[in-house]
């Protein structure tokens, strides 16, 4: 997977930074020329005072480097600096494309889990898809098996459920490898500069850990108001 050159700063300097340079481009329409111009001199000036050039530089390169891949209208890049931070560092530094494909992304795999319409959730898949079973056992699924039977034996009804609920803020991003959600259960990568991202890994095993923590979680959480009664 092709990617931008990873900054070397923390993941919040990273973001006021690029926040800052694209003041200009992202500004509300409310304002004038002039005002948006000052407004965006002052907020520069102040964060790229106590950050050295190279980092400066470092901080543009993920996200301009997607945005002209992509050619995105200034809503949706305003979306990907907001939202640009997650676990793990930054996507579009890790993922190799933006915030607003991966919730784009999202939305159409939570309507289609709810509907369990698996016509479009297998738009949203890279087949083949790699399913791990409950025991670890892996294999590659291919768009005819999943077309028959095999797509209710990767997408349980447990699957489809937790599917509903992936949220942007939950997800977590490695470098090179893409981003996952509860523990690896859901992996999704995208195959080119600033491309959506697809799904690409059922992990039903990650899935049953993730949700045997959470029940230890909860079981902790409520175990001293009833020791209190």
């Given at each position: 997977?092709?990617?931008?050159?990873?900054?070397?700063l923390?993941?919040?300097s990273?973001?006021?930074a690029?926040?800052?340079?694209?003041?200009?481009?992202l500004?509300?329409?409310?304002?004038?020329?002039?005002?948006?111009?000052?407004?965006?001199?002052?907020?520069?000036?102040?964060?790229?005072a106590?950050?050295?050039d190279?980092?400066?530089?470092?901080?543009?390169?993920?996200?301009?480097?997607?945005?002209?891949?992509?050619?995105?209208?200034?809503?949706?890049?305003?979306?990907?600096?907001?939202?640009?931070e997650?676990e793990?560092?930054?996507?579009?530094?890790?993922?190799?494309?933006?915030?607003?494909?991966?919730?784009?992304a999202?939305?159409?795999?939570?309507?289609?889990?709810?509907?369990?319409?698996?016509?479009?959730?297998?738009?949203?898949?890279?087949?083949?898809?790699?399913?791990?079973?409950?025991?670890?056992?892996?294999?590659?699924?291919?768009?005819d098996?999943?077309?028959?039977?095999?797509?209710?034996?990767?997408?349980?009804?447990?699957?489809?459920?937790?599917?509903q609920?992936?949220?942007?803020?939950?997800?977590?991003?490695?470098?090179?490898?893409?981003?996952?959600f509860?523990?690896?259960?859901?992996?999704?990568?995208?195959d080119?500069?600033g491309?959506?991202?697809?799904?690409v890994?059922?992990?039903?095993?990650a899935?049953?850990e993730?949700?045997?923590?959470?029940?230890?979680?909860?079981?902790?959480?409520?175990?001293?108001?009833?020791?209190?009664?």
């Amino acid at each position: 997977m092709t990617r931008p050159v990873t900054p070397a700063l923390s993941a919040r300097s990273a973001r006021l930074a690029i926040m800052a340079l694209a003041l200009t481009t992202l500004a509300g329409c409310q304002e004038s020329q002039a005002e948006v111009e000052a407004s965006a001199a002052r907020e520069r000036d102040a964060i790229v005072a106590g950050l050295p050039d190279a980092s400066v530089r470092a901080a543009q390169d993920c996200l301009l480097v997607i945005w002209d891949a992509q050619d995105a209208p200034a809503d949706r890049r305003e979306f990907d600096v907001v939202h640009d931070e997650v676990e793990g560092g930054a996507i579009s530094c890790a993922t190799g494309t933006s915030a607003s494909e991966f919730e784009q992304a999202l939305v159409a795999i939570r309507a289609a889990a709810a509907a369990n319409d698996k016509a479009a959730l297998m738009r949203e898949l890279s087949v083949p898809l790699l399913y791990i079973d409950s025991d670890g056992n892996r294999r590659d699924v291919l768009a005819d098996e999943l077309v028959e039977a095999g797509f209710d034996a990767v997408f349980s009804p447990d699957v489809l459920a937790m599917m509903q609920d992936l949220q942007l803020a939950d997800m977590t991003v490695v470098p090179d490898q893409g981003a996952f959600f509860r523990l690896g259960a859901i992996w999704l990568v995208a195959d080119r500069q600033g491309g959506r991202p697809r799904l690409v890994t059922v992990n039903s095993q990650a899935f049953r850990e993730a949700e045997e923590a959470a029940s230890k979680v909860a079981t902790r959480e409520r175990r001293p108001a009833l020791d209190g009664r």
